[in-house]
């Protein structure tokens, strides 16, 4: 009914002269479904409609799951969603958009409004391959399988450039020899270390500025001098300077941990891994429209146009 219901407010609104693009607007759906609808007569509407009721599609299958999900967790998003299926079901056969168009079904059949929050600021200038990562911490509760609530803290590491990332979890706040771990790893999964790290002024890292001077933990400013990077120190929110390390931990809250259970912490932090394959560098970026996936271990070396320093075997920019 609701197709049919579509069909007859496109044909009304073009007998009244309206072009496609604003029917399309007014209605709010593509130009293409306006094409699509505008092509066929009532009969061949009318046919149309009768053979998608029978159609069995490929995500029909998994609907009784789907729904039990989204009504457990609303807010899940659709992205999270078609991750869970491919982390589930590896042999599943469909696109993303596939997903979302399911899911929105799903919402609208069964009642399951989301609610969504406005994109996060990001406003930074592009810098050279392997000049800058950008560093930051986030915490979160997860249950595990008892029902109990377990927090965990995470670090997050982002190559500026092509949006490359690596993290860490921990079920403690992170100290600095945790963090110095963190960033021996990081380097080692990036292929080498860049010419400038990027932190919030976070006591694990800054005992405090004097006089627009940081002074670093004794700890931290021994690994800074051993490993010869440069410092920049952000003032609390800072987005013109940080944003793409606040994107990554907002993307990994929302589309890795949200709603995930927790076992034990090997285990999570190897989900981590797999989900940094599958979506986190799987994907093309929203912002830079680059194929994550390029950035991989099999690339070629290419230190001499990343800028990494040479302590490891570069593989990404």
């Not at 021994?222 to 390390?245: H, N």
């Not at 394959?277 to 070629?300: A, Y």
């Amino acid at each position: 009914m609701e197709k049919w219901r579509m069909y007859n407010q496109i044909s009304q609104l073009r007998e009244l002269g309206f072009s496609k693009s604003r029917i399309a607007k007014k209605l709010g759906i593509a130009r293409g479904t306006v094409n699509k609808y505008l092509d066929r007569n009532p009969e061949e509407m009318s046919l149309w409609l009768s053979s998608t009721k029978s159609r069995i599609r490929k995500l029909d299958k998994h609907k009784k799951e789907i729904l039990g999900w989204l009504r457990e967790h609303p807010d899940l998003s659709s992205a999270q969603i078609f991750d869970w299926l491919d982390e589930k079901y590896e042999e599943i056969e469909v696109g993303e958009s596939s997903v979302r168009r399911y899911v929105r079904e799903i919402r609208k059949e069964y009642n399951i409004p989301k609610t969504t929050k406005k994109r996060e600021y990001e406003a930074i200038p592009e810098l050279p391959m392997g000049f800058q990562v950008q560093v930051d911490f986030g915490q979160c509760w997860q249950l595990n399988e008892q029902g109990q609530s377990v927090k965990l803290y995470v670090v997050a590491f982002v190559l500026s450039h092509s949006r490359y990332k690596y993290m860490e979890w921990l079920d403690h706040p992170f100290t600095t020899r945790d963090l110095i771990e963190a960033h021996e790893n990081a380097f080692r999964e990036f292929g080498g270390k860049p010419k400038e790290m990027v932190y919030d002024q976070d006591n694990i890292i800054i005992v405090s500025e004097n006089n627009g001077d940081i002074i670093y933990t004794k700890q931290f400013e021994s690994y800074r001098r051993q490993e010869k990077f440069k410092v920049y120190a952000c003032r609390g929110f800072d987005p013109e300077s940080k944003g793409k390390i606040e994107n990554v931990i907002g993307f990994i809250k929302k589309n890795f941990a949200k709603h995930r259970p927790y076992t034990t912490l090997d285990d999570w932090n190897k989900q981590g891994r797999l989900w940094l394959e599958r979506r986190g560098n799987g994907m093309v970026h929203n912002t830079t429209k680059k194929d994550q996936s390029m950035f991989s271990k099999k690339k070629n070396n290419i230190y001499d146009q990343s800028g990494c320093l040479s302590r490891y075997q570069p593989k990404i920019s």
